[in-house]
């Protein structure tokens, strides 16, 4: 199945903005952040299609799915 994924802020660095992908079915959002080697304690907020998921939900064809880092401030 055909995934589009993009990723934002410090995410990108030494990876993409946007970038789609091939992948078997019942891929989960999990299972591209861990390919991505991204730390799940990084992930702030993950989105298919413009609704939050959660690292178990599995992608579809055709899904956009959005990768957020944690924000801070003070």
Same mark, same amino acid.
């Given at each position: 199945?055909?995934?589009q994924?993009?990723?934002?802020?410090?995410f990108r660095e030494?990876?993409?903005i946007?970038?789609d992908k091939e992948?078997?079915?019942?891929? $989960?959002a999990?299972k591209?952040v *861990?390919?991505?080697s %991204?730390d799940?304690?990084?992930?702030?907020?993950?989105?298919?299609?413009?609704?939050?998921?959660?690292?178990? $939900?599995?992608l579809?064809?055709g *899904?956009i799915?959005? %990768?957020?880092?944690v924000?801070g401030g003070?």
């Amino acid at each position: 199945m055909r995934v589009q994924v993009k990723l934002f802020a410090f995410f990108r660095e030494g990876r993409f903005i946007k970038e789609d992908k091939e992948l078997p079915e019942g891929t $989960t959002a999990g299972k591209i952040v *861990d390919d991505l080697s %991204i730390d799940r304690e990084e992930v702030g907020v993950l989105m298919v299609n413009s609704r939050h998921c959660t690292f178990e $939900t599995v992608l579809h064809e055709g *899904d956009i799915y959005a %990768i957020f880092p944690v924000i801070g401030g003070g």
